[in-house]
């Protein structure tokens, strides 16, 4: 019955109004199948109402749910960045590498077309919180670039975490935590307002790639820098935001490599910014 369920309906039993509509919305929906068509199956297409479908009514809420599935596929493809700079200062790291990273990739974002916003998490200044909340909602995607200090994100970064994403939980970033009243103990975490917005973590680290992904070497055990970096996966997770790959730049004070890393981190850019 799946197979045959669109050739159930002849299109003289459609009354001309519903014909005249889904002639309307055809170019809208024959997009939207054409990018959405290899990632769902059979059964996922009943979430769109046309499953069974049986009557020149379920046409024409199809079309329509088709129209508002393509404006959601066009808002991915949004040119508007933030980049947070998240290093903090020491005196034997003052943040240069984390600004020359934030600055080769406003240079090759700007250059393809982007429109890039900066926010910086260190120098004594603060933030706006309300500013900053804006910033999140104008984005299309966040580049979150610091170093890895003790194996997390560096203390002024997650100050400014607290300030800006605490605030955002009243419906900005999130409603709340997602979970309901009905079933307070199911679905922690799904209360995000930011679907369709992307993320990317990108980071310098002294420690050298080979530490990592090799369960004999003896700090991380075989994780990866993504396995490190999940509290923060999860704070964008949180927002119903979605991934990009993370890059990471590895043994920035001991051996360094920057110019290549530096282009690898501009063929990182190519590929998930075109």
Known sequence: MKARAFSLIRPSRIPRASRQAALVGGAAA???????LPAVSRTGFAGLGLRGVRSHARVFQAVGKSRRGLA????????????????????????????SFVELATDELTSRGYEVKHTKTDGGEGWDVDEELKKHQWADAVILQHPLNWMGVPWSLKKYQDDVYTAGMSGILCQNDGRTRENPKKNYG??????????M??????????????????????????????????????????ALPTFSSHDVMKNPEIESDFARFKEHLAKHFP
């Open 201 to 242: 973590i990108s980071l310098t680290s002294n420690a050298p790639a080979e530490s990592f992904n090799d369960e004999s070497e003896y700090l991380f055990e075989g994780k990866s820098v993504d396995d490190l970096m999940m509290p923060t996966h999860c704070n964008f997770k949180f927002f119903a935001m979605e």
């Open 30 to 36: 024959l997009s939207f199948f054409a990018t959405t």
């Open 190 to 199: 799904t209360g995000g307002t930011l679907p369709g917005k992307k993320y």
């Open 72 to 99: 959601a596929t066009s808002a991915l493809m949004g040119k508007k960045v933030l980049i947070i700079n998240g290093a903090q200062s020491y005196p034997f790291a003052p943040g240069s590498l984390t600004q």
